[in-house]
């Protein structure tokens, strides 16, 4: 069972104290890391389509800005907590730094389950939450992008309502707003597969350095999402096939592994991979303990805790999803000697391309999709380098290693810049 008593921000704190030790990050620099700058809860109205008006709860957490404006997405959950988004937003600030991208942290969400929600709605909640974060969000303060449960569509009607809020004449100026928008209204090309395609970049390190070769591998996948499916569908591409994978509704099985076009099409029309033909219904328990060579986590946090780490029977981890392990779960993996590549690291890859997406909006250009790959590989192959050199240098866990890298840049940066006034 994972942890019921899992607190996601002070896990995340537990590393940032490791981390923050290692560097040497002075205590007035600690303290202000510790907790995010800002913290915006807002409870808006919204019409149903049968004419009633239900309240909605939403946040958007403000972890740091001082290398650049807050970043980070948007989750429409309902386990959506404050606690949560306190730790996810944290972990933006150390992805960005850690990549050296020009962006801060922030997080944010709405507390609902959008299954239950006809397109009509999940518009109206859009927009009316959009209306009431107004100037708290910003292509130069705060630029939201897709998470859990919201998409390139989510992030249209965003930008859509922003720049209804302001001057005709600067309308078109607040297309960087949100990023992982669709192509036709300013997203990016590459931005949809970017966070699997990041990870896999990692995982095709980790196997140069370990002489592991990809070809006739196979993989399990938890969560089948935008991360998940994507994640099967480029490992595909260098011969590792998913033989098990599961949602929310369920996991299956097929030893022969799943067509990853045609599960993400079922995905698609169904919302999950419930009544899929192929493969062989499991259960949970089954599913972490099917032998495989790579596992990714690409679902929610807290989902691997001692029992599954006991159980998993493969050779690496890599974390798709933010915060998947709890720290019995990482005890026991590391223990067993199965290397984790950490989130911070591992999923980089979405907000490394939103930046792109970010650069191409405000110069009113568009990359093709070789140049955004291109980018996306070198930044990546980068930072796993990076990470992987300290790790080694200092003899700590991958994970250790990346807080490490990006508090070095944050630390530095406050010792140049100072406390105001
Ligand atoms: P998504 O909504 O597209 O997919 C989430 C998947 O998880 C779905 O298949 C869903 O059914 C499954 N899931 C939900 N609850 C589950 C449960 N209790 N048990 C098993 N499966 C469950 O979301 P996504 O964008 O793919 O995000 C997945 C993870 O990756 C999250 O942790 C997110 O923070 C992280 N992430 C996403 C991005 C991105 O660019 N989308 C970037 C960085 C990190």
Redesign the pocket.
């Known amino acids: 069972m994972t942890d019921e008593k899992y607190e996601f921000f002070r896990v995340v704190q537990g590393y940032l104290d490791e981390a923050a030790t290692m560097v040497g990050v002075p205590p007035h620099v600690r303290a202000m890391l510790a907790q995010p700058k800002n913290e915006l809860i807002i409870h808006f109205p919204v019409r149903m389509d049968d004419g009633t008006m239900k309240m909605f709860k939403g946040y958007r957490i403000q972890h740091n800005n001082l290398l650049g404006p807050y970043k980070g997405?948007l989750?429409f959950h309902e386990s959506v907590s404050l606690d949560d988004l306190k730790a996810?937003s944290s972990m933006m600030t150390w992805k960005c730094a850690l990549m050296q991208i020009p962006f801060g942290g922030a997080k944010g969400g709405v507390k609902f389950d959008p299954r239950k929600y006809s397109e009509a709605e999940m518009m109206r909640i859009t927009r009316r939450f959009t209306h009431a974060l107004g100037n708290n969000i910003g292509p130069n303060y705060d630029i939201p992008?897709?998470?859990?449960?919201t998409?390139s569509q989510t992030m249209v009607w965003i930008m859509d309502t922003y720049m209804n809020s302001v001057d005709h004449s600067a309308k078109n100026a607040q297309r960087a707003v949100v990023t992982?928008k669709t192509l036709t209204c300013g997203g990016s090309p590459g931005r949809t597969k970017?966070?699997a395609q990041g990870a896999i970049h990692c995982l095709t390190e980790w196997a140069k350095d370990n002489r592991f070769d990809l070809e006739g591998k196979t993989a399990i996948i938890?969560?089948?999402?935008?991360?998940?499916s994507h994640a099967a569908n480029i490992l595909a591409k260098l011969g590792v096939s998913t033989i098990a994978t599961?949602?929310?509704?369920g996991y299956k099985r097929s030893t022969e592994g799943f067509n990853g076009h045609k599960l993400s099409e079922h995905?698609r029309r169904h919302g999950?991979?419930e009544g899929y033909e192929g493969g062989e219904d499991i259960s949970r328990e089954e599913f972490f303990a099917t032998k495989a060579d790579i596992f990714i986590p690409?679902?929610?946090?807290n989902?691997v805790g001692a029992a599954e780490a006991e159980a998993l029977d493969c050779s690496v981890v890599i974390e798709?999803?933010?915060?998947?392990l709890n720290p019995s779960g990482e005890k026991v993996l590391a223990a067993r000697g199965i290397p984790v590549i950490p989130?911070v690291l591992a999923?980089?890859g979405?907000?490394t391309v939103s930046y792109y997406e970010w650069v191409q909006n405000l110069r009113s250009e568009t990359w093709d999709l070789e140049e955004v790959d291109r980018r996306l590989e070198k930044a990546m192959k980068t930072a796993y380098r990076r990470v992987n050199f300290y790790a080694q240098e200092k003899g700590c866990s991958l994970r250790i290693a990346a807080y490490s890298l990006a508090l070095e840049s944050l630390k530095q940066a406050y010792a140049e810049r100072g406390i105001f006034p």
């Open positions: 997405g989750r996810l992008a897709p998470d859990m449960g998409n992982g970017a966070t938890q969560g089948f999402g935008n991360v998940g599961g949602d929310h509704t995905v999950s991979i690409a679902a929610l946090e989902q798709g999803a933010n915060g998947p989130d999923n980089s979405g907000v």
